[in-house]
Structures are given as C-alpha cells and as structure tokens.
C-alpha cells in the first residue's frame, strides 16, 4: 500500500477540467480564425471580398477585420 503524505500530492498535478479544456480549445479557436481573416483580408483587401470568401454577411467580415486587422487599416 502506498501512503499518502503532502510531498506525493505536490508531485503529481490535476488533469485540467472541463472547462480550461474548453477555454484553451476556444482560445486555439480564434486563434485559427484571426490568421484566417488577416490572410484572406491581405489577399482580397475587402470586406465585401472576405465576407464572399467565408459565406457570411459583410458586416460580420467587416467587424472581424476592424478587430484582427488593426495593423493593416492603416
């Protein structure tokens, strides 16, 4: 039998629960989804053009554009 004791609970670490499971899965998420846009708006350079691209509406593809690519706004 093994015994229990602190130093053996230090050691070992909890597997992550669902939720950082989720939140790490989200953050992969946007992360893909920022290189997607800022690629494709490098490409297209339009709004209209990124929104075609994705199947969505235009104002979606204009609101990811005014949040990811920032730097090439100018």
């Known amino acids: 039998e093994k015994s229990t004791n602190s130093s ?15 939140c790490r899965c989200q953050e992969q998420a946007d992360a893909i989804k920022r290189d997607i846009i800022r690629q494709l708006y490098k490409e297209l350079g339009s709004s ?8 969505i509406s235009q104002s979606t593809a204009y609101r990811y554009i005014q949040s990811y690519c920032k730097d090439l706004l100018q």
């Open 48 to 55: 209209r053009k990124v929104a075609k691209e994705l199947h």
């Open 8 to 22: 053996d609970s230090e050691e070992m670490s909890d597997p992550p629960s669902c939720y950082q499971r989720f």
